[in-house]
């Protein structure tokens, strides 16, 4: 990642259309003069069922409370979707929400649903895999529909887009199969386990076991950390696309308390070995306490709206590979349970804080997804408004029913995102999603890349941009204005630039404001980017009045001589 645009700042230069028509240079920056009153609605999807886990239909905004940071809020957007129909069942409660605006998603775009099927293969034995992808590839037949889109990634110490965003069922299933025959780390990670238990059962002191014990963790605790950066990755992929957003997380692994059962063990066999008391060992594992890294990828995923629906693999047959012939003696089943709660507990979390469900401790994976199907399918999306300052920061967030006889899941907290972050976000989704909105009109039109050596070219591109679109304020020293743009770039192996972002302020005199109609700015930049097809995206805002134009651009950096 982040391998391409390292000249943009150097590069990057604002034309004008006309000599002429030079807009003058504010000494001031726009936004001191501009007071922005940012009235955002907060969305949340809900899904609403009995005790027995039926789905609960016809609710409206009075069956529900919803509070922001401990703070009841007036639910302001509500509707319904039932089997992919929007419902509104919209039913002021008070006087001032019959003002309030439509929902953020209506129609078809609260229909869009983006499918991300992660399979940690680190730590999946490979007989394990094979029940859970046939039902996988059941519920893609059966659920991803004209619209949906799906993508399949593998981890094994590193990241793998093994499918990108598609509706193609076939190339789904098909990957699959392919999947279900090669080789997974499971087994590899079991054997690893297996041989630390054999050390510890053959060291001579406390403190050599200890010494086993904590080298196990440290393995363990890298393999999550991966693990744990390349979830929160996939899911900025999300981050600036509308609709319903599910992962699904098959693991065995993402232990919560890295190599906790190694040191059950060692407490196990003390009293064999004739150690000193060993109570201290429970300390020593909770100095490998992983639960704020479990918790960074709800937060990731709750930041930019995904719902994480999580499955143990390992089913009723978790950890019994731990009493073979391989092992000197059986392991307690405390041992075992330590090491199988190590990974369930982590799942668990994951699907709580989101409003998912996890699967453990059952060989019933068609359940899993059945639950799945029935949560795409019927649900709410409640709104409030949010008046708070936007600064990037992590805020808690509770539905509740009035009706206790009912049980809601949602996500249990969002990022109130700065305006700098949503159009990050946004750009970042417009390279995988083909349709960016355009509010300003800009048109995006690049020229003939020219080679810069080490496989790289410079590209130039111009943003034109309707001058009747941008708004400008009267001050002492004309009217006054400006923008901003942002880029990314991403190539055809998938490796992407940061996102730059570059202000442009402008200066109209009252002549010139008076003739816009018709007229159009030119801003111009040169891009560096790798040799081969590349994928430019684009967002220009207006610095007054925070109205956004995007646009994507495919290009061919080569040399065509």
Do not use: C
């Given at each position: 990642?982040?391998?391409?645009?390292?000249?943009?700042?150097?590069?990057?230069?604002?034309?004008?259309?006309?000599?002429?028509?030079?807009?003058?240079?504010?000494?001031?920056?726009?936004?001191?003069?501009?007071?922005?009153?940012?009235?955002?609605?907060?969305?949340?999807?809900?899904?609403?069922?009995?005790?027995?886990?039926?789905?609960?239909?016809?609710?409206?905004?009075?069956?529900?409370?919803?509070?922001?940071?401990?703070?009841?809020?007036?639910?302001?957007?509500?509707?319904?979707?039932?089997?992919?129909?929007?419902?509104?069942?919209?039913?002021?409660?008070?006087a001032a929400a019959e003002t309030a605006p439509v929902a953020p998603f209506v129609?078809?775009?609260?229909?869009?649903?983006?499918?991300?099927?992660?399979?940690?293969?680190?730590?999946?034995?490979?007989?394990?895999?094979?029940?859970?992808?046939?039902?996988?590839?059941?519920?893609?037949?059966?659920?991803?529909?004209?619209?949906?889109?799906?993508?399949?990634?593998?981890?094994?110490?590193?990241?793998?887009?093994?499918?990108?965003?598609?509706?193609?069922?076939?190339?789904?299933?098909?990957?699959?199969?392919?999947?279900?025959?090669?080789?997974?780390?499971?087994?590899?990670?079991?054997?690893?386990?297996?041989?630390?238990?054999?050390?510890?059962?053959?060291?001579?002191?406390?403190?050599?076991?200890?010494?086993?014990?904590?080298?196990?963790?440290?393995?363990?605790?890298?393999?999550?950390?991966?693990?744990?950066?390349?979830?929160?990755?996939?899911?900025?992929?999300?981050?600036?696309?509308?609709?319903?957003?599910?992962?699904?997380?098959?693991?065995?692994?993402?232990?919560?308390?890295?190599?906790?059962?190694?040191?059950?063990?060692?407490?196990?066999?003390?009293?064999?070995?004739?150690?000193?008391?060993?109570?201290?060992?429970?300390?020593?594992?909770?100095?490998?306490?992983?639960?704020?890294?479990?918790?960074?990828?709800?937060?990731?995923?709750?930041?930019?709206?995904?719902?994480?629906?999580?499955?143990?693999?390992?089913?009723?047959?978790?950890?019994?590979?731990?009493?073979?012939?391989?092992?000197?003696?059986?392991?307690?089943?405390?041992?075992?349970?330590?090491?199988?709660?190590?990974?369930?507990?982590?799942?668990?979390?994951?699907?709580?804080?989101?409003?998912?469900?996890?699967?453990?401790?059952?060989?019933?994976?068609?359940?899993?997804?059945?639950?799945?199907?029935?949560?795409?399918?019927?649900?709410?999306?409640?709104?409030?408004?949010?008046?708070?300052?936007?600064?990037?920061?992590?805020?808690?967030?509770?539905?509740?029913?009035?009706?206790?006889?009912?049980?809601?899941?949602?996500?249990?907290?969002?990022?109130?995102?700065?305006?700098?972050?949503?159009?990050?976000?946004?750009?970042?989704?417009?390279?995988?999603?083909?349709?960016?909105?355009?509010?300003?009109?800009?048109?995006?039109?690049?020229?003939?890349?020219?080679?810069?050596?080490?496989?790289?070219?410079?590209?130039?591109?111009?943003?034109?941009?309707?001058?009747?679109?941008?708004?400008?304020?009267?001050?002492?020293?004309?009217?006054?204005?400006?923008?901003?743009?942002?880029?990314?770039?991403?190539?055809?192996?998938?490796?992407?630039?940061?996102?730059?972002?570059?202000?442009?302020?402008?200066?109209?005199?009252?002549?010139?404001?008076?003739?816009?109609?018709?007229?159009?700015?030119?801003?111009?930049?040169?891009?560096?980017?790798?040799?081969?097809?590349?994928?430019?995206?684009?967002?220009?805002?207006?610095?007054?009045?925070?109205?956004?134009?995007?646009?994507?651009?495919?290009?061919?950096?080569?040399?065509?001589?």
């Amino acid at each position: 990642m982040n391998r391409l645009l390292t000249l943009l700042l150097v590069l990057g230069a604002a034309m004008p259309l006309g000599a002429a028509d030079t807009p003058k240079q504010p000494t001031e920056d726009i936004s001191k003069l501009v007071e922005s009153i940012d009235v955002r609605v907060i969305s949340v999807d809900v899904v609403v069922t009995d005790k027995k886990g039926n789905p609960v239909t016809g609710l409206t905004r009075d069956d529900f409370l919803v509070f922001d940071n401990g703070r009841q809020q007036p639910i302001s957007n509500f509707f319904e979707v039932v089997e992919r129909e929007v419902i509104d069942r919209a039913k002021p409660a008070t006087a001032a929400a019959e003002t309030a605006p439509v929902a953020p998603f209506v129609g078809a775009r609260a229909l869009q649903r983006r499918f991300i099927f992660f399979i940690d293969n680190l730590s999946l034995a490979p007989f394990n895999r094979k029940p859970v992808f046939k039902e996988m590839q059941k519920f893609i037949d059966e659920n991803l529909v004209e619209g949906d889109l799906a993508m399949i990634a593998t981890f094994n110490r590193d990241l793998k887009v093994r499918v990108p965003f598609t509706n193609d069922h076939a190339f789904l299933k098909q990957t699959l199969d392919i999947i279900a025959e090669e080789n997974s780390f499971g087994l590899q990670n079991q054997a690893e386990r297996r041989s630390s238990e054999t050390q510890i059962q053959d060291a001579r002191t406390y403190e050599e076991a200890v010494g086993v014990a904590r080298s196990y963790a440290y393995s363990v605790e890298n393999d999550l950390r991966q693990a744990v950066n390349s979830l929160r990755s996939l899911m900025t992929t999300l981050a600036g696309v509308d609709g319903k957003k599910i992962m699904v997380v098959a693991s065995e692994g993402l232990q919560i308390q890295p190599g906790r059962e190694l040191f059950y063990y060692i407490d196990e066999i003390a009293g064999r070995k004739g150690w000193r008391s060993s109570s201290s060992v429970y300390l020593e594992a909770t100095n490998f306490n992983s639960k704020s890294l479990i918790e960074s990828v709800a937060q990731a995923a709750n930041a930019n709206g995904v719902t994480l629906y999580t499955l143990h693999a390992g089913g009723l047959g978790a950890n019994s590979s731990a009493n073979t012939a391989e092992n000197q003696g059986a392991t307690s089943p405390i041992v075992q349970n330590a090491a199988l709660t190590n990974s369930t507990e982590s799942l668990r979390i994951l699907a709580a804080m989101t409003g998912g469900v996890a699967t453990t401790g059952t060989n019933n994976f068609g359940g899993a997804f059945e639950r799945i199907k029935r949560d795409i399918n019927s649900y709410y999306s409640l709104g409030y408004r949010s008046g708070v300052e936007r600064v990037d920061r992590q805020r808690s967030i509770e539905v509740r029913p009035k009706n206790k006889n009912l049980v809601v899941r949602s996500r249990r907290s969002f990022v109130e995102k700065s305006l700098f972050t949503e159009v990050s976000d946004k750009v970042i989704a417009n390279v995988f999603y083909s349709a960016p909105e355009n509010d300003l009109g800009i048109v995006v039109t690049t020229g003939q890349a020219r080679a810069a050596g080490n496989d790289r070219y410079t590209l130039p591109l111009e943003i034109r941009i309707p001058m009747e679109k941008l708004a400008f304020i009267p001050t002492g020293e004309g009217l006054r204005g400006g923008f901003s743009v942002f880029f990314v770039v991403a190539d055809e192996r998938g490796d992407m630039s940061d996102v730059q972002q570059q202000s442009h302020p402008m200066t109209l005199t009252e002549a010139q404001a008076k003739d816009l109609a018709g007229k159009h700015y030119t801003y111009t930049v040169e891009l560096l980017m790798n040799k081969g097809r590349n994928r430019i995206s684009v967002a220009l805002v207006d610095e007054a009045t925070k109205q956004i134009g995007y646009a994507t651009r495919e290009v061919l950096a080569a040399d065509l001589r």
